[in-house]
């Protein structure tokens, strides 16, 4: 049976139609240009000033020395191997802790847990240097965490719990804690609770099921927590500064040092587009390898 025609105004149609379709994103557009501007002029102009800055030299020339620099010195190395290490235990720890709290607090009542997420966002109702100076305080040989210690048996004498790695790692952990359970419990609370009786009914036990069940569905969220955590504990610098003593130096404190000291404004720039780099490669990474328009949907 040969095709219905086609009638003559089809094409009258579809041609007015994608004429309306362009101007309604060119209207858009418009709209959103003065973002689009403010956004090359906040992020953009900076981070290309960076890339410019970084290869000048110390004669004002083009110049690929201080990149040269961080190749040949093996400190550089050592700093880059030092803030990816306290990255991943800081962000390690957050899921120990984080993870159990989150999954706590999703099964309390609505208005009990409400109260609870205060608790977990009451920190950040304090200044970042406050906060940072208050553990300073409470884990110095005679602060608190020693006195109670002693006090409680655990051990005979002060032990030095900061400026060093422990400390630096106990007061990450309490600043960036937040930026974890925050998305892990919308994910959680995400999570219909049918699919646990579903399993429950087809004979799985509790420890089974959280973990065939629960847990895939709860692992965007995971994921999504742990990226922030680690991508922020990248650019650290008050609390490694204050709390590290100078024996915990990461690339922060080494771009602080090269423009405060040496004032060398090439070298801290230089030092500032490795880690720029090396922070897309880690989100490149996790995009090659995991469903991220997943992880931003909240697993749905």
């Known amino acids: 049976m040969p095709p219905a025609p086609r009638p003559p105004t089809a094409g009258i149609n579809e041609a007015g139609l994608k004429k309306d379709d362009l101007a309604e994103r060119l209207w858009l557009f418009g709209l959103a240009s003065p973002a689009i501007v403010l956004i090359l ?157 579903a399993a429950s009914n087809l004979g799985a036990n509790p420890r089974y099921a959280f973990w065939t069940v629960f847990f895939p569905l709860t692992a965007p969220g995971l994921i999504a927590g742990s990226l922030m955590v680690f991508i922020l504990c990248l650019g650290f610098f008050v609390t490694p500064a204050v709390l590290g003593g100078g024996k915990v130096i990461l690339v922060s404190m080494k771009i602080v040092s090269n423009i405060e000291l040496f004032v060398n404004w090439g070298a801290a720039s230089a030092l500032g587009v490795v880690l720029l780099v090396l922070t897309l490669a880690v989100l490149w990474l996790a995009s090659r390898f995991m469903n991220l328009d997943r992880i931003t949907k909240g697993g749905r």
Not at 177 to 191: D, E
Request: net charge positive.
């Open 41 to 197: 002029i906040i992020l953009i102009v900076p981070v290309g000033w960076l890339f410019y800055v970084s290869f000048i030299g110390a004669d004002g020339g083009f110049s690929f020395e201080n990149y040269q620099r961080m190749i040949e010195r093996k400190s550089y190395a050592r700093i880059f191997k030092t803030t990816f290490e306290v990255s991943f235990l800081t962000t390690a720890l957050c899921i120990l802790i984080g993870y159990p709290l989150a999954y706590f607090i999703s099964r309390l009542p609505n208005r009990l847990a409400n109260l609870c997420l205060i608790t977990v966002l009451l920190p950040f109702w304090t200044s970042l240097l406050v906060r940072t100076y208050a553990w300073l305080v409470l884990l110095q040989k005679r602060g608190i965490v020693n006195d109670w210690a002693i006090s409680l048996g655990l051990w005979e004498e002060p032990i030095k719990i900061v400026h060093n790695l422990s400390g630096t790692l106990i007061g990450m952990v309490h600043i960036m804690l937040p930026f974890l359970v925050l998305p892990v419990y919308g994910a959680m609370r995400s999570v219909d609770q049918d699919f646990m009786k």
